[in-house]
């Protein structure tokens, strides 16, 4: 099969409307999440020039989208770079980069943690099924570090029944808008995908699973702060759409953080990172085999140390990570 080209030219009303809500409107045969995945792929152009997903339109432009022909469900190897934070007979622990997919889908064939795992770790094709072997766990794209897979089976199935049974231990680090009140605080809600963008989730839902975030302000900047995350339930966006929904979305966070401006360093900061500030610092669970509790670490990207070092400039309130007590679970 071939690629397929779709061309049409931005009603007049769709000005102020972002790119992919007009293309999914114009191309009903297409879903809005795969429509997404081709704009993030490169796959669209306004006047010929790349776009992006959230890309405001004046009406009257030249939208184009090209749709690759359907690709084999089996993911290949591809030798890419993956850092191997832990590695035994029965797991891999990898410090995930940004801005790499977990795993195949729409608009992401190639290129992902997946593929490069195929290549490093030789027996995991069909663990787990297909397109996810032995992922345990997500991150989101653009979320760094710690991330947990399987080499076997009975391996996978362990992990899984550990991380839905709440004895995994996942800290994060973050960079905030504005400071939080509280120098310690619980988010428990019920959690849910929004009622209106369904892109998004929310804990400010009636029905839901359980959610529960809690975090610690560890420094306080000019108009940002650095947060450390224990997640205890593992939701999708749930870091992002509770420190959010708490006055206090993360730095370069398009999805939750859209209404908040960055001012001074952090918007500095903010444009250094170009992503969420989101980072999978620490993970602690039983080892599948053995019952042993085992600890990784994964250390700052460089982005997000620079970000840190433009904030600290500015000056800060800091409690140190080293002086802060461990949490209780």
């Known amino acids: ?24 409107r114009a191309f009903p045969d297409l879903t809005r999440s795969r429509i997404q995945g081709l704009i993030e792929a490169g796959n669209a152009r306004i006047d010929g020039k790349p776009a992006k997903v959230a890309q405001r339109l004046r009406g009257g432009e030249l939208l184009s989208l090209q749709i690759p022909a359907p690709v084999a ?31 195949p889908g729409a608009g992401h064939a190639s290129g ?19 397109l996810r072997p032995g992922i345990v766990h997500r991150l989101d794209k653009d979320t760094t570090g710690c991330l947990v897979v399987a080499k076997h089976e009975s391996s996978l199935v362990a992990l899984q029944k ?20 509280a120098a310690e605080a619980r988010i428990e809600t ?51 759409a509770h420190l ?16 908040r401006k960055a001012k001074g360093r952090a918007a500095e900061a903010q444009e250094v ?7 999978a610092w620490k993970l602690s669970f039983p080892h599948p085999r053995t019952g042993k ?9 460089a982005d997000f140390t620079a970000a840190l070092k433009l904030l600290r400039a500015s000056g800060a309130a800091p409690t140190a990570p080293s002086k802060v007590r461990a949490r209780k679970r």
């Open 1 to 24: 099969m071939t690629p397929e080209a779709r061309e049409l030219r931005a009603p007049p009303e769709a000005r102020g409307e972002r790119l992919d809500q007009v293309l999914a």
């Open 73 to 103: 469900a089996v993911p290949v190897a591809e030798e890419l770079p993956i850092a191997v934070l832990h590695e035994d007979r029965e797991l891999v622990v990898v410090d995930k980069a940004a801005g790499m997919v977990v795993h």
């Open 112 to 130: 992902t943690l997946v593929n490069a795992l195929l290549h490093r770790v030789k027996d995991l094709a069909g663990v787990g099924g297909e």
């Open 162 to 181: 550990a991380f839905k049974s709440r004895v995994v231990e996942k800290t994060y680090l973050a960079l905030v808008h504005g400071t939080p009140k």
């Open 190 to 240: 019920l959690y849910g995908r929004h009622p209106v963008n369904r892109q998004r989730f929310t804990g400010k839902v009636k029905e839901g699973k359980p959610a529960i975030t809690v975090y610690r302000v560890l420094e306080a900047f000019e108009d940002a702060a650095l947060v450390e995350v224990d997640l205890l339930t593992g939701r999708t966006h749930q870091i992002r």
């Open 244 to 259: 959010s929904e708490a006055g206090h979305p993360l730095l370069g966070d398009s999805l939750y953080g859209a209404g």
């Open 273 to 279: 990172l170009g992503r969420q500030a989101l980072h």
């Open 293 to 301: 509790v085992l600890h990784v670490e994964a250390p700052l990207p």
